[in-house]
Nanobody
Framework: QVQLVESGGGLVQPGGSLRLSCAASGSILSFATMGWHRQALGKQRESVALITTGGGTNYENSVKGRFTISRDNAKNTVYLQMNSLKPEDTALYYC??????????WGQGTQVTVSS
């Protein structure tokens, strides 16, 4: 079973940047889509960005123009570049993969805190 491990979270000031990484224990080509979700304290988990094997992307409206999802198939890693961070981006960020059979895999999450 493929495992997903996130890294790159931390504390950043408003307007700053972070890059999250999601490393898969196997080939990310085994996933039809991969993406990032986040869950803020007291709120439901929401989709932030996703990317298909073909490179198609989709973003939640509030992050469009600020966040960029990308993938490196050779490194079996998906990234989320986050720029112009806002306090409302504070959340636990999860990597999610959906394989070709529809099975969903989640990482453990990495905390992003945007605060001055």
């Amino acid at each position: 079973q493929v495992q997903l491990v996130e890294s790159g979270g931390g504390l950043v000031q408003p307007g700053g940047s972070l890059r999250l990484s999601c490393a898969a224990s196997g080939s990310i080509l085994s996933f039809a889509t991969m993406g990032w979700h986040r869950q803020a304290l007291g709120k439901q988990r929401e989709s932030v960005a996703l990317i298909t094997t073909g490179g198609g992307t989709n973003y939640e409206n509030s992050v469009k123009g600020r966040f960029t999802i990308s993938r490196d198939n050779a490194k079996n890693t998906v990234y989320l570049q986050m720029n112009s961070l806002k306090p409302e981006d504070t959340a636990l960020y999860y990597c999610r993969g959906v394989d070709w059979g529809g099975v969903v895999y989640w990482g453990q999450g990495t905390q992003v805190t945007v605060s001055s």
